[in-house]
């Protein structure tokens, strides 16, 4: 069964409303959560890319790429998740989990599901709330994520507005 119904949080996935890269945030990290996640990203062999500035490079340990020092290129790690859906994390900092995912990416049940499975999956492995923002927000007030105590992904604000 679904995590979400479509029809009922389209509005969250309006790049018009959310801005068209919404954040997602893993509050509360560490550095062993971050390698967690890269680890995760190994073990489900979804195709990806690191990248330092325009330098592709191997994928680093996390304890490596969070020690730069702070005027190094920035660092991303590009995850397919589907040859159509992209996550982008950024290495800000070792204390959040962070990336963008693009919401003309997410459009519809299908693909819906899909985000909802890869937020699923990393809120399990780090036992960790995965909450998504607007884009531009600091996730102080996220309109839906992954709760531990439900093992699921929910609605965190009243959704917006149906759409016709």
Not at 58 to 63: N, V
Request: charge should be negative; charged fraction near 25%.
């Amino acid at each position: 069964m679904a995590d979400l119904r479509w029809d009922d949080v389209r509005g969250f996935f309006d790049p018009d409303l959310m801005g068209a890269l919404p954040d997602v945030l893993v509050p509360g990290a560490s550095v062993e959560d971050w390698q967690a996640v890269l680890d995760l990203v190994a073990e489900r062999r979804w195709q990806h890319e690191y990248s330092e500035g325009t330098s592709v490079l191997p994928l680093p340990s996390a304890r490596a790429v969070l020690s730069r020092p702070a005027d190094a290129e920035s660092a991303q790690l590009s995850v397919w998740l589907t040859a159509e859906v992209l996550a982008i994390f950024r290495f800000y900092s070792a204390d959040a989990v962070d990336f963008d995912v693009n919401l003309r990416e997410l459009q519809g049940q299908e693909r819906l599901d899909l985000f909802c499975e890869f937020l699923t999956g990393i809120g399990r492995r780090l036992g960790k709330p995965v909450l998504m923002d607007a884009e531009g927000g600091d996730c102080a007030h996220p309109v839906l994520g992954y709760v531990v105590e439900l093992d699921r992904v929910v609605p965190l604000v009243e959704p917006f507005a149906r759409w016709p």
